[in-house]
């Protein structure tokens, strides 16, 4: 296929942006608003986690065939956490089709890809790879992009406290992402092209009420940042438009954003409702090895209830017969949970119901808009406040499509539209790695 026939597809990845925040942004942001006459709102996967929601893009199915339900992933034996990586992902990704097809993808700063693994193309993976070095497919990117000073991650550990320094590390990893772009499309010896932009997930996080109210204090601040985004994402624009055609931008968040005004932990609720029994007392908030023997059912990130069952964990002691009256149980507790006169969750759903497959959380709670729910092991009350000031939501998740005929519902069908635009079928193997 000559370079002027290939009917390219460029996807433009925006972490965290609600298209509601978009819209109020665009009339200062000239780049995002090149985007806001094809945008419209579709809802993320549960959990509206990253890893869960890029995951569910990058392989065109859910989490019940994905196998990624969250940040962490607990060992049945050991009772210890890790966090999820692509080596848990259980079905063939896009690029994996598109490459046995003969076509090319260049992928920039997308998450959850990391260890990265061949592809016919190239990849630096995004959150949560542990090294560029760990990031990167070919080996030969290690070294400009490290000459470039790229990043995977900017420092956000100060983010509650030193708005200063956490702007700055945006800014630095931003910085990196448009110097990759610059190494990865140029030659446009590629078919798809996804490049993510993840800072605003991070910003929103520490200072989102700073975003929205013009009045704050820091608005100014993160206004001069989101400048600096939207200075990238013109860049993104600026080469789409240079493209000879047929050509194609879809562009979207995985999930949406709104003001935390509230951590609720899930597994002090379990421990003060008698569920959750302590073995000893838990060393950090991701001491999972405190589950002790009398355990009914304990939380993991951000509300999947699992229960112990026997044969599932080496302490499990739930048997299948008692699982349906103990999930009625705390089904009525999690759903009288409520915090300052108004219920915290908006729906309990059956995790199996939800994704199709056994292999799933007992229960997934999706909270109400303000309340954002952990798993943590340490914390002595259920609720707090520890410093983050924004939280993921579900739904007014940001889309556009320059051709105006893409009807995703949610991220898993933004992962079929690239399927569909190279007219490939929905077949695929799936892995057989089960995640917890």
């Known amino acids: 296929m000559s370079s002027s026939a290939r009917p390219r597809l460029v996807v433009l990845g925006l972490d965290g942006l609600p298209l509601a925040l978009a819209r109020a942004l665009g009339p200062e942001l000239p780049n995002l608003a090149r985007l806001l006459p094809h945008a419209r709102a579709i809802e993320s996967e549960l959990p509206e986690l990253s890893p869960v929601n890029w995951t569910s893009f990058f392989t065109a199915e859910g989490p019940g065939v994905h196998g990624v339900h969250g940040f962490t992933v607990l060992d049945p034996q050991a009772y210890t956490l890790r966090i999820a990586n692509f080596a848990d992902v259980r079905t ?80 630095l990893s931003l910085s990196g992402r448009r110097a990759a772009l610059d190494l990865l499309w140029p030659d446009l010896a590629w078919d798809l092209f996804v490049c993510v ?54 562009s979207f968040a995985d999930h949406g954003f709104c003001r935390l005004e509230a951590e609720a932990d899930l597994n002090r609720v379990l421990f003060e409702a008698g ?14 090895g405190v589950i002790g023997e009398e355990t009914l059912a304990f939380a993991m990130d951000p509300g999947r209830i699992v229960l112990h069952r026997r ?23 999690l759903r009288g949970l409520s915090w300052r006169g108004r219920t915290v969750m908006e729906q309990v759903l059956d995790g199996p119901e939800l994704y199709g497959t056994t292999h799933a959380p007992d229960l997934v709670c999706v909270p109400q808009p303000g309340v954002d729910l952990k798993a943590r ?37 933004t992962g079929r539209l690239v399927l569909e635009h190279f007219g490939l079928c929905d077949t695929q193997d799936k892995r057989s790695t089960i995640i917890l």
């Open 92 to 171: 063939p990704t896009i690029f994996e089709r598109l490459g046995r097809a003969g076509l090319v993808s260049r992928v920039l700063n997308l998450p959850n890809m990391a260890p990265a693994t061949p592809l016919k193309g190239m990849l630096v993976a995004g959150f949560v790879a542990e090294s560029l070095r760990q990031a990167v497919f070919p080996p030969f990117l290690l070294g400009p992009l490290t000459a470039a000073g790229y990043v995977v991650e900017g420092d956000t550990t100060r983010g509650a406290f030193d708005p200063e320094h956490l702007l700055g590390q945006l800014r």
């Open 197 to 250: 932009l993840t800072e605003t997930d991070r910003l929103f996080h520490f200072l989102f009420p700073a975003v929205e109210d013009a009045a704050h204090p820091l608005h100014g601040d993160c206004l001069a940042f989101l400048r600096q985004w939207d200075q990238a994402i013109g860049e993104v624009l600026d080469r789409f438009d240079a493209l000879p055609e047929p050509k194609r931008l879809v």
């Open 311 to 333: 044969g599932r964990f080496a302490r499990g002691r739930v048997g299948d017969a008692d699982a349906p009256a103990l999930l009625a149980d705390l089904r009525a507790v």
């Open 275 to 288: 569920f959750l029994k302590y073995a000893r007392p838990p060393r950090d908030e991701w001491d999972a």
């Open 377 to 413: 092991f340490d914390r002595a009350e259920i609720f707090g406040h520890f410093g983050r000031q924004g939280m993921h939501s579900p739904q007014d998740v940001f889309f556009a499509d320059t051709r105006d005929d893409g009807r995703p519902a949610r991220l898993r069908d």
